[in-house]
């Protein structure tokens, strides 16, 4: 029992403790920090290095002929 | 480059320390004022919410106190509920933990997706920035029925796109009708059991803007790179944009566009058909759109569109589907209504100003869907609560506003900005007004008409660009609703809206209303800044109203490199 109850005991400390550090991330604000500092400016170099088909090479006249749906 | 002790401590002040004022630092300690403050959080007027902010980021040194019970309330059931539900909605509209993969797939791939969604527990704070209690609770509701029906879609769109997938045209892809933002959901009730309808700019775009408007200022510049006029709407350019810098995801067979709202969207329909190359409707509406003469011409387009999805994927449309969706939608708008009541009649409507019109305008462009009834039942219970107790939702308004014609996308909180720091509290706000529409469903003849008139009610062509006896339609609404103020947007480059720009100053003069006009470039702000923004209601506010701000410290901060 007394095993159980220490074991018990402890996943309760885990667990304060994580909603412990998650408070502190929340009130220091530590999630918008690091994706502003951090997580942006990785993406932004990433997506800025992208390699992109150039859209406006597409021949204007590709489209085949379009269907008249009209009523 | 070596980084010193010195170094790290002016980092560390800079990013954790509020700074106190040398009168703030001589008070004598008063323990009891303390713990009062602990508990319930500081009267309005000692809040200094302008002191909480990183230079100009727009993040916090610390997120607001706001007494034990609101913070707690804050963490547990927005923070965290919100964090804990974004993966649970990943992986609920991506099929399960693969979902996870589909979703980074789409977050490397896609820079509206991966620079600018992650931020979104951010766009909860600026909207909810200052609120107490039930306000706080309510708004965040709405807040969060967004966001969740924002991952259903990029979760559908991932799963079909054929650039995450290969090239490949999978079942959903076949099965995904993409459409125009500003084409309603509503259309395609008919196939909803089978198929299912994604707007395509609605998350690359619109509602990119609001959680991080760093990410459209590349479409913009994108759209001007291959020569297009810079000077249409830039709502339209962004749209546009997208598909220069090829970052659009393709989920579908088809496209069905609209020339909502503006001429400006009939280019957007014709630089689509050139980039997608596949079958594409347009289905217009006019702009006079309440001409009687023009109703049949409106629901001929309706049934030209469902023609146009039934032979390009093969389904006939299904009318009980249609009746189902359209009465489901009925309890959306019998509840939007409840609600303008309480807000129109009452100081105890729960919904701050930016949340009212930003869930109003995105249920009622997407259609019904399961969330909105959610988060519906949510909201209600707790207006129900405030009724019933009387409880003021905003007790510091000075002033009951109104905003009218279309909104700065990047400061659509300003509302809660000047509520903090000058009691304004924007009640009612145009996009909030559209698509009021009942659907009968009792005949094909009366769904198609209201169909109809639904759709011609739509994003700026009722109350904007539609004819000016309904943009004046504004003072009906400002009776309606109780409002001794306008806070007029000013669209610098929406061509409609400046042509009758002198004819709101004669009318706001005739009829002896405070107006204060608000210019801003839709989803641009380098055109005009949001401090710019603050400093015209400043003026207003000290130099023809003169009044005393409520929290000083928010009359002038910097947030130019803000989300």
Sequence with gaps: MSKILKFFFKLLRIALLIYGILFAVFYYDLDGKFLYYIWEPLMIKRFDNMKRPDATAMPYSMKESVEDTSI | ?563
């Excluded at chain 2, 789409?106 to 306000?135: C, I, K, N, P, S």
């Design chain 2, 1 to 563: 480059m070596a980084i010193g002790f010195k170094d790290i401590k002016a980092k560390y002040r800079e990013l954790f320390v509020v700074e106190k004022s040398p009168e703030e630092k001589n008070k004598p300690k008063d323990i009891k004022k303390m713990a009062k403050d602990f508990w319930y959080g500081k009267p309005h007027e000692e809040r200094r919410l302008g002191d909480l902010y990183v230079g100009n980021t727009g993040l916090y040194k610390h997120r607001e106190w706001r007494g034990v019970k609101d913070t707690m309330y804050y963490f547990n059931m927005i923070w965290l509920y919100n964090y804990a539900h974004m993966v649970t909605d990943i992986m609920k509209y991506g099929g399960g933990p693969q979902g996870v993969v589909t979703f980074a797939k789409g977050t490397m791939r896609y820079r509206w997706m991966g620079q600018t969604y992650l931020t979104v527990m951010h766009w909860f704070d600026r909207g909810l920035e200052g609120t107490r209690g039930e306000a706080m609770k309510a708004s965040a509701w709405h807040y969060r029925g967004m966001v969740s029906e924002t991952i259903r879609q990029f979760m559908r769109m991932f799963e079909a796109d054929k650039k995450l997938n290969g090239g490949e045209e999978n079942e959903t892809w076949k099965k995904t009708i993409a459409h125009n933002e500003t084409l309603s959901g509503n259309i395609f009730y008919g196939w909803r059991d089978q198929l299912d309808d994604v707007a395509l700019e609605m998350i690359p775009y619109f509602v990119s803007v609001h959680v991080n408007n760093h990410t459209v200022l590349n479409y913009i510049d994108a759209a001007q790179s291959i020569g297009l006029p810079a000077d249409p709407c830039p709502m339209c350019q962004a749209e546009y944009g997208l598909f220069v810098q090829d970052d659009y995801p393709d989920y579908s067979p088809v496209m069905l566009t609209t020339n909502e709202a503006c001429d400006g969207s009939v280019a957007t329909s014709v630089l689509q058909d050139w980039f997608l190359n596949r079958p594409l409707y347009a289905m217009p509406q006019p702009m006079r759109y309440d001409d009687p003469l023009v109703q049949k011409n409106c629901q001929k387009e309706i049934e030209g569109a469902w023609k146009f999805v039934e032979e390009n994927f093969g389904i006939k449309m299904d009318w009980d589907q249609y009746v189902k969706h359209a009465q489901n939608f009925n309890k959306l708008t019998e509840f939007e209504w409840e609600k303008w009541d309480v807000a129109a009649n009452t100081p105890y409507y729960p919904i701050t100003g930016v949340a009212q019109a930003l869930y109003r305008i995105y249920y009622s462009q997407d259609g019904d869907r399961p969330i909105w009834h959610e988060m519906d039942a949510h909201v209600k219970r707790i207006m129900d609560k405030c009724v019933k107790n009387k409880i003021e939702t905003f007790p510091k308004t000075r002033h009951r506003a109104i905003a009218w014609s279309c909104a700065p996308l990047y400061y659509s909180h300003w509302c809660t900005w000047a509520y903090n720091c000058w009691g304004i509290n924007c009640v009612i706000n145009m996009d909030s007004l559209m698509f009021d529409q009942y659907l009968r469903t009792d005949t094909y003849e009366h769904a198609l008409e209201d169909l109809s008139w639904f759709n011609e009610k739509a994003p700026m062509r009722a109350m904007a660009v539609g004819g000016h006896e309904h943009i004046l339609s504004l003072f009906d609404y400002m009776e309606r609703f109780n409002c001794d103020m306008v806070i007029m947007y000013d669209q610098l480059q929406c061509k409609g809206m400046q042509g009758i720009h002198g004819v709101f100053e004669d009318e706001f003069r005739k009829r002896n209303i405070h107006a204060i006009w608000v210019p801003h470039a839709l989803p641009d702000k380098r055109t005009v800044s949001r401090a710019e923004i603050r400093d015209i209601i400043n003026d207003y506010m000290t130099t023809v109203m003169r009044e005393e701000p409520l929290d000083p410290s928010l009359l002038d901060f910097d947030d130019g490199g803000s989300w």
